[in-house]
Structures are given as C-alpha cells and as structure tokens.
C-alpha cells in the first residue's frame, strides 16, 4: 500500500503535482485538505475539516487545468491533476475576493480581540491590495452584541463564512444561528428569544475566522502575542479534552481546544474551557496548617515541612494505637497517575486497607461531556487506589468514621469527596471523632476542620499523565509556576511514606518522569509508555511503541524538570 507524507497509508492512491511538488493522496479526498496536510498554504474562511463544505468564501481558487478556476474545498483530487496555487490569475482572483471582504469591514484591528489570529488580517498582507478603492462609507452593524451569554457578537466584521451556523446545525444540533435576509443585506444572527446558548457555544469563537465572534470571558482580556500557550488536557471530566492553556505573568487568561481526532476533535465544552479560576484565585490555599488544643481559635501556620512531620505522627500513632485498619484515605481523579501511583505507596507504608478515590458524577451528553467528573478517575483504579483485601470503598470509610471504628481520615481534595458523597455522611464522618488530615488546594467546608492542613497544587502547576475513560494515556505539563516551598501532590505522598519509614524525607523527591517509568514495568496496559512516547496526543494503554521514539525538546513541550528537593 503506497505511502503519503510523512508515512500515511492509502487504499486508492493518486498522484497529483501542485506547484510542480508531485503529491500521493486518496482519491477523493478535497484538494484543500489534501495540500494543507502537505505544508501547502491555500487562503481560506469557510472551510474547516470538521464541518460541511461550504464554498461560499471562494478565496481558496486554484488553477487546475480547467477552463476556469476551482475552488480547492470542493474540488476532489484525481490522478494526474495538475494544480498551480500561485499563478497571476489565481492571484487577481484572491485579490478580488479579498477587496469585496474588505469592501464593509471595519479598520479597527488596534481594538478587535482576533488580531493577533485573524485569517483576514494575515490573508489581507498576503494576498490582498495595499490600498482601498472605495471611499464610501463603510456600512454599519451591531457592535459588542451579547448573542449569548458566553459569546459577544461584532456584526461588523462578520465575513459570513457560515463555519458557525453550520457547527450549530451539525455539532452542537442546537440551531441557534442562521443567515438572515438576502444579498447584501445578509447577516448572522438568532432567532428571537433563541440565544446561542448550549453547552459547546464558545467553540464558535474559535472557528470564526475573524473577530466577529469572541468569548465573553476572554474579550478585551489579553492581547494574544502576550499569552504562553502550553499543551495540556482539561480537568473537567474523564474525557480529557485536549487543550492549550494561555498564560499572562503565572496566571491563566483562557483554556482553547487543541486538536486531537481520537478524543475532542477540535472541540471543548464551555464548562470545561471556563472552569480554571479555581487555579488561581483566592480560594487557593497556600499555607500549612497544625491545630491543636491550644490554638485559640487562631490559625497556626506552620512551615510544609513541619506539618508533614505532624501529619506522619499523627498517622503513625493512630496505627500503633487502634491498628493501622483505624486509617481511612480518601484520594482524588484530579491527581496524576505518578500522584496516584505514590498515593497507592502511601497506602501501604500506612498499612491500611481502607482506601479509594471518591469520583463526583453529572450528565452526560453522549458527545464530550462525561459522567465522571474528574479527568482521572480510570487512572485512579488503575493505579491501585482502590480498597484492599477486606479494605472499605469511600462510603464505608465515611461509614466507619461515623461509627468510630476509623480513628484518622486522610482526604486529598475535599471539593471532590463533598460533591460525590451524601452531605450527612460526611458531616456524620466529622462527627465521629476521627481526626483529619486534609491535603487540599482550594478551600472548602472540610478546611477549617482539619487537625492538619497540607496545600496542595493544581493540575496546571503539574507535569504528569492522565488517563481518560477510554484508556488513552496523555500528558499535561506545567504551565503555572507553584509557589515557592510547595509540593506537588506527589511530593507530599514520597515524603509521608519516607517519614513513615524513618527515613529522610529531604532525599524522598518525587520525579514524574521516574514514577512513569516503574509505572511502565509494573502495570499491564502502560509498558513502552514514556513522555516521549506519549507526545502531544497521547497513546491508548496497550499501544505504545515497542521503540523509543525521538525525544521532543523540552522548550517547546512546557515540561517541568523533576520537583525540586
């Protein structure tokens, strides 16, 4: 079976040359797409991969042989074609289209949002005049028009490409937007009393190809040539939709969807590309915590170091005292599978049995949106951070935390055990006498009740893997430097369980790289696996490659080096 770039496969095989490159595609396949994939710029705004062909734009025409010209997006390839993407007819053609685009659009590039990312702006350098031939005055529309609750409406310089009412009618199957009137009196908008409001209305956003439509959350935020974009994955549900987090002096300015055909395509729910300030604001908890009969009702803050000793006492005379049994710990699907795997290890220096990872579940749609939602609760099981031999799941250690039997709860990410537990089962644990021991990175209702408060950190301050509920492995990096004398989760699982041993919890740092590796030999599903195989779109367990792949350069991958010790 013939190759095509870069070793794809095909089942019927054509040959076409474009600008004198000879090509190998499938027959069939749109001549657009076909020189996209080869590195071959051809204009264009109406054309995405994921939607409907549209035609309407006309800037992708080519010369093909054909008495007039095509358009790239709607001509399939066939063997032997000829194409010339560069002739002085292509050229005038483009100029011509460009000049009716900009015929009404508003010269405010300085104030819009998309500059930075605009086809128009980029194609008007490119392919357009360097001056207007019009000097009538440009035809006004609505300016800065909520057309949803998440999205702002610019009707000025709307191309009408239609990419977004075709991703409503075909993605999303909500409907909301539509071309109303006829000619030159065409415009976008939505039917009275019908907002663009769905679960996925942001997305419209992104595939605008001008800034005619913009996200509420991001407009007038950031200039993007300010943003730090690292590639990472949603936290939001097990899907793990990925994403590019943008980032301004450590802080995130916006989540965009990145393209990944096996997980979210192109796309990402609005819940999921908005929830980030938990990151970042002031819920987030940066101190460590040791309270104790003689507090006063003051908050004694302590180095992390010194509550970490206190935590591993109180563990180790619980142990001593009632049997280690006496410990419940609760874990989290918000952790990485390096966290979870050092979690597994806590456990068993501890010695109990009782242990699980509580997952909070919601609607699904049957698209992105999942049940479960954290993004790692597949790789909690699979990590071990399951209840061992005669061990209680979440609601028997709530259970028996109530009745008195456990003496010590451990719980990462009170957020997660509160919104999937029963409110008076939790309450009822507390209740119980147990003492607790709370690693958090937010505050919650849990935190003013925690004899010791370890902070923990975010998934975007964080290199490590996930695993989504399909069983594909990807990574995240870090994006957000945490602050200064924190550790990761992790770190503080390698320090508590060297504590427990006697050892010296200085020497015990916790490498995400490292604990992957023994993560690779030791669980079925993840042999091979490695950050560099795992790449930018992850690999499904049982997949990954037998060889080592190239190594990605660190600079471009945003990964952080080994937690410092």
């Known amino acids: 079976m013939p190759d095509g770039g870069a070793g794809q496969k095909f089942e019927n095989p054509v040959t076409i040359t474009i600008d004198g ?23 264009h705004y109406c054309y995405h991969p994921k939607l409907s062909i549209d035609g309407s734009c006309r800037m992708c025409q080519v010369k093909t042989g054909a008495p007039k010209l095509a358009i790239a997006c709607n ?14 007819e292509v050229a005038k053609a483009r100029r011509g289209v460009m000049e009716l685009l900009l015929i009404n659009h508003p010269l405010d590039c300085p104030i819009c ?24 005055p440009r035809r006004k529309g609505v300016k800065r028009h909520p057309i949803g609750p998440r999205v702002v409406f610019d009707q000025e310089r709307c191309i009408l490409c239609r990419r977004c009412v075709r991703f409503t009618s075909e993605i999303s199957k909500t409907n909301e937007l539509r071309v109303f009137g ?21 997305n419209t956003a992104d595939i605008c190809p001008v800034g005619a439509l913009l996200s509420s959350d991001f407009h007038h935020k950031r200039r993007v040539w300010f943003l730090e974009e690292t590639q990472t994955v949603c936290p939001s549900c097990s899907k793990g939709c990925n994403v590019k987090v943008g980032m301004f002096k450590n802080e995130i300015q916006r989540l965009v969807p990145r393209r990944n055909d096996e997980v979210n395509e192109t796309w990402m729910c609005d819940h999921g590309r908005l929830h980030y300030a938990f990151a970042q604001d002031e819920t987030r908890l940066r101190d460590a915590v040791v309270r104790g009969e003689s507090s006063n009702g003051t908050v004694p803050v302590v180095p992390l170091d010194k509550a970490l000793e206190d935590a591993a006492g109180r563990i180790k005379s619980t142990a001593d005292e009632h049997g280690a049994a006496a410990v419940g710990i609760l874990g989290s699907g918000a952790l990485t599978n390096e966290e979870l795997y050092q979690l597994a290890a806590f456990a068993r220096a501890v010695g109990t049995p009782n242990v699980d990872v509580p997952v909070p579940t919601g609607e699904a749609d049957g698209f992105l949106i999942q049940a479960e939602k954290v993004a790692n609760a597949r790789g909690a099981r699979e990590m071990g951070v399951v209840p061992g031999d005669g061990g209680k799941d979440a609601s028997g250690i709530l259970a028996g935390a109530a009745a008195g039997d456990i003496k010590l709860l451990y719980v990462v990410d009170a957020r997660s055990l509160l919104a999937a537990s029963d409110a008076e ?18 505050v919650s209702e849990l935190t003013d009740k925690a004899a010791v408060l370890l902070p923990g950190q975010v998934w975007v301050e964080k290199d490590g893997t996930f695993t989504n509920h399909e069983g594909r492995v990807q990574r995240i990096r870090r994006a957000m430097t945490p602050a200064e004398g924190s550790y990761c989760d992790g770190g503080i699982f390698t320090r508590l369980s060297a504590l427990l041993a006697g050892t010296d919890p200085s020497a015990a740092r916790f490498d995400a790289r490292a604990t992957l590796a023994e993560i690779a030999e030791k669980i079925d599903g993840y042999a091979g696996m ?29 990964s952080a080096p080994a937690e410092p010790a």
């Open 75 to 88: 001509t399939p390839v066939a063997d032997g074609m000829e194409v010339d993407t560069q002739s002085e």
């Open 182 to 202: 006829i000619g030159d009196h065409s415009h976008i908008g939505t039917a009275p009393d019908a907002p663009l409001d769905n679960d996925y209305s942001i």
């Open 113 to 136: 949002d998309q500059a930075g990312e605009c086809y128009l702006q980029d194609y008007s350098y490119g392919y357009g005049r360097a001056d207007a031939r019009t000097t009538s």
């Open 530 to 558: 490695t950050f560099e195989r795992l790449g930018s779109l992850g690999v499904k367990l049982g997949d990954a490659a037998p060889a080592p792949a190239p190594a990605e350069p660190e600079s471009e991958e945003g």
């Open 21 to 43: 490159r000879e090509i190998v595609a499938e027959q069939g396949d749109m001549l657009l797409q076909v020189a996209l994939d080869n590195g071959i710029e051809i204009p």
């Open 425 to 442: 089962a939790v309450q009822a644990a507390l209740d119980g006498g147990a003492t607790l021991i709370l690693q958090d990175a937010n």
